[in-house]
């Protein structure tokens, strides 16, 4: 158990949600894409998708709870990664942690205290503000995907 009292209200929620036998990704993806209806296309396979990226996207934040050094890495490469699935804004990264959060919220039932939400919603805020450097870093990197010409 670790002394981060973030993470310590993290791993709450997270134990309450396994207890409860809810997989939050199934409604999380139906709010997710009923918002962003043009990239469902782009999920040639959503039912693994779905598994992956609320896991990882959880583990994240969990991570980033613990300080872990392979947080930065690891969102610098989603974001690179995910250029292949479209020009994603960071207002859908947003939205898609706003809308984990919210889903985790509603699977804790009793155990989602106001200090619950806080820890998650500080993680999920420092995770925006992560992808927001990546996205810039790639940009200016790779502009529009391409890497630059040496100088
Ligand atoms: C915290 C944010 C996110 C995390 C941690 C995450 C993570 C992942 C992971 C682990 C995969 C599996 C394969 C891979 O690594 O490429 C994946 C696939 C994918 N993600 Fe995300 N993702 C995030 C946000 C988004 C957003 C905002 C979109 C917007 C549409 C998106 C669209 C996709 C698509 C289209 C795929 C491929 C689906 C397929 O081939 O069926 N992701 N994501």
Redesign the pocket.
């Known amino acids: 158990m670790t002394e981060r009292p973030d993470a310590a209200l993290i791993e709450t929620t997270l134990a309450a949600v396994a207890n409860a036998g809810i997989d939050i990704r199934h409604a999380l993806f139906e709010r997710f894409l009923s918002a962003?209806p043009n990239?469902h296309s782009?999920?040639?396979?959503?039912d693994?998708?779905s598994r992956?990226?609320t896991d990882?996207?959880l583990q994240?934040l969990f991570g980033l709870a613990t300080d872990e050094g392979w947080v930065w890495p690891l969102v610098a490469e989603?974001v690179v990664?995910?250029r292949n699935?479209g020009a994603?804004l960071a207002d859908?990264?947003d939205a898609?942690?706003d809308l984990t959060i919210d889903e985790l919220g509603r699977a804790a039932g009793r155990t989602w205290t106001g200090a619950h939400a806080a820890a998650w919603l500080r993680q999920g805020e420092i995770?925006k503000a992560m992808i927001r450097r990546a996205l810039a870093e790639w940009e200016s990197a790779m502009p529009g995907g391409r890497a630059a010409a040496p100088a």
């Open positions: 962003y990239r782009a999920f040639l396979n959503l693994a998708a992956r990226m990882e996207t994240i989603l990664t995910h699935y994603l859908e990264y898609f942690i995770l």
